[in-house]
């Protein structure tokens, strides 16, 4: 499959964990980077490979892999946090770049 | 601190041509390590990757393949995206963004967009 799989939407109480997953074939071989994204505003960078995080985004973010599928881990979730977040790898021709369909996070 | 502006007519016919600019300031496209993207996102629905040019070499969606074009001009530190025959589809905000690769023997160790511009919308109507 050349396709990441999101969660259209999910939903976490405040000061929660939430995790939001990414599944695809090509998840096994490819880096996996994940994308925040408020309403009228241009994505930003949150979580990147293994586990890695850009100058200014809060610890509370993580990633993790299992086989075929990535997740995206928000510790102690805050208001601020709710928006929709997006993965982003290769297909598995790793010629072509790809993002998830995105999942809506709302914050209870 | 480097950043990226989208620039280009915003209303498009259809079966005419898109056109957009994104000038890069605070840096150089021609640093390496680099690539230069346009990524899409149609009102409502999620981000589509278009293409990137990367050392001058290019790749693109294949949905998008036979249509679309991105080029470079180093001196202007800009990069540009065309994308031929548009229909409704293409209507969209557009980004362009910075791509960033390390790769270690070959293989693709990371790899994500840092720097995004602020998007500008296209509206493909007659």
């Known amino acids: 499959s050349s396709e990441l799989t999101q969660d259209p939407a999910v939903s976490v109480a405040l000061g929660q964990t939430v995790k939001i997953t990414c599944q695809g074939d090509s998840l096994r071989t490819y880096s996996v980077s994940w994308y925040q994204q408020k309403p009228g505003q241009a994505p930003v960078l949150v979580v990147y490979g293994k586990n890695y995080r850009p100058s200014g985004i809060p610890d509370r973010f993580s990633a993790s892999r299992s086989g075929t599928t990535t997740s995206l881990t928000i510790t102690g979730a805050q208001a601020e946090d709710e928006a929709d977040y997006y993965c982003?790898?290769?297909?598995?021709?790793?010629?072509?770049?790809?993002f998830g369909g995105g999942t809506k996070l709302t914050v209870l | 601190q480097l950043q990226l502006q989208e620039s280009g007519s915003g209303l498009v016919k259809p079966s005419q041509t898109l056109a957009l600019t994104c000038t890069v300031s605070?840096?150089?496209?021609?640093?390496?390590?680099?690539?230069w993207s346009w990524i899409r996102q149609p009102p409502g629905k999620g981000l589509e990757w278009v293409g990137f040019i990367y050392h001058s070499v290019t790749s693109y969606n294949p949905s998008l393949n036979s249509r679309v074009t991105i080029s470079e001009d180093r001196s202007k530190n800009q990069f540009s995206l065309r994308l031929n025959s548009v229909t409704a589809a293409d209507t969209a905000v557009y980004y362009c963004a910075r791509g960033f690769i390390v790769t270690l023997g070959g293989v693709i160790e990371l790899e994500g967009f840092d720097i995004w511009g602020r998007g500008t919308r296209v509206t493909v109507s007659s």
């Open positions: 982003n790898s290769r297909d598995s021709s790793g010629n072509a770049l790809l």
């Open positions: 605070g840096g150089s496209i021609s640093r390496g390590g680099y690539s």
